[in-house]
């Protein structure tokens, strides 16, 4: 959280980032200078002690956990919440409970559910797993100070993080640099969720949360097992490769990417040749090879790509072979980049 008391967000318009400033209550707007930061409490549970008189047992069970361990809590001045393992009586599996400080175990009402499990403190709210008599989960927010279900998702895909009454949907990249996926306040009102087709995902897994809305993959150390999950994105129109080694590319994968318009490939020493599903491709029209020294015969699949208009690559072409692409594809575009050969 920035000293002025606001998220700043980047969200990406058409071809470019703007930056968008989302306060802790809700407020949002392109201009920090809009909002003011209202005064916000700390949590009452990152006071010190408050004395709250603990029932006996509660002490004991704690004093009798291995050293260096402690349950999850959530204190106030009237109220104390434990998660405490126990044992059942008959199956004699273990089972996380919570109880309060008077060591009585926390009745839940589940809207439409029937059970639930895995049970976590996350500052003043309580996260479970919610299940339906169908079989059907999801998770479940319940505010510690009033026990009221508030925010339930039928999946958190990242890394999440709660401030004040606002749960984020967070990924950490390289550098220990935080993206923001998702901003909702714990009552379940969504306050910031990007576009899905605005966004560029970074990894199968995530993407496939937003099927078919998806619309640009950067791939980095593509495994060929998620190469073959491409067919999940009929509507893909942008797709990067980085660093492929042993890669190859599945035909079956790209015959289906019907509305793909820009295909990058780049620094895949082992690729030796592309997807001739790709020659078939009408949208296909942009091609950016890349540190790929042993793809071959580029210039007998390019005859039959009709559709490229434009080829950036670090392939080199002889004369002949450079007239003849012009002569089948006038409208074709040959960008040399520069290949830097080591000794």
């Known amino acids: 959280m920035p000293e002025n008391g606001l998220w700043e967000l980047s969200v990406k318009k ?29 949590p009452i549970g990152d006071l010190p002690n408050t004395g709250l008189a603990v029932h006996p047992t509660i002490r004991e069970r704690i004093g009798g956990m291995p050293l260096f361990f402690f349950p999850q809590f959530y204190q106030t001045a009237t109220k104390g919440y434990y998660l405490l393992e126990d044992q059942h009586p008959e199956s004699g599996r273990k089972k996380l409970v919570v109880y309060n400080h008077l060591y009585e175990p926390l009745e839940l009402q589940l809207p439409g559910g029937t059970a639930y499990q895995n049970l976590e ?5 309580l996260l479970i797993e919610k299940i339906t008599s169908a079989g059907d989960r999801s998770f479940q927010f319940f505010d510690l100070e009033t026990l009221e279900p508030g925010l339930e998702v039928s999946q958190m895909p990242y890394n999440t993080h709660i401030d004040g009454d606002l749960l984020f949907y967070q990924t950490k990249g390289i550098f220990d640099q935080i993206t923001v996926h998702k901003i909702a306040k714990l009552d379940g009102q969504v306050i910031y969720e990007p576009s899905a087709a605005a ?6 897994a995530s993407a496939k949360i937003y099927v078919p809305q998806v619309r640009e993959l950067h791939l980095t150390n593509i495994p060929f097992f998620d190469l073959l999950s ?16 042993g ?30 599903e790709l020659q078939n491709l009408s949208s296909l029209e942009i091609l950016y090879i890349q540190d790929c020294p042993n793809l071959k015969a580029m210039d007998i699949f390019l005859q039959k790509a009709t559709a490229l208009r434009l080829l950036r690559s670090d392939l080199r072409f002889t004369p002949a072979q450079r007239e ?15 290949a830097v050969q080591g000794e």
């Open 247 to 276: 890669l190859r590319l599945p035909a079956e994968a790209f015959g289906s990417l019907t509305k793909l318009r820009s295909l990058r490939i780049k620094n895949c020493a082992d690729l030796e040749s592309l997807p001739l």
């Open 121 to 125: 403190i996350r500052a003043q709210y």
């Open 324 to 338: 003849r692409l012009q002569a089948t594809h006038p409208q074709l575009v040959i960008e040399e980049l520069l």
């Open 230 to 245: 491409l067919t999940s994105f009929p509507d893909l129109e942008v797709l990067m490769i980085d660093q492929g080694h």
């Open 14 to 42: 058409d071809n470019r980032y703007v930056s968008w400033y989302v306060r802790r209550d809700g407020a949002s707007s392109a201009n920090y200078k809009d909002l003011r930061a209202p005064e916000v409490p700390q």
């Open 199 to 204: 966004t560029v995902f970074k990894d199968i």
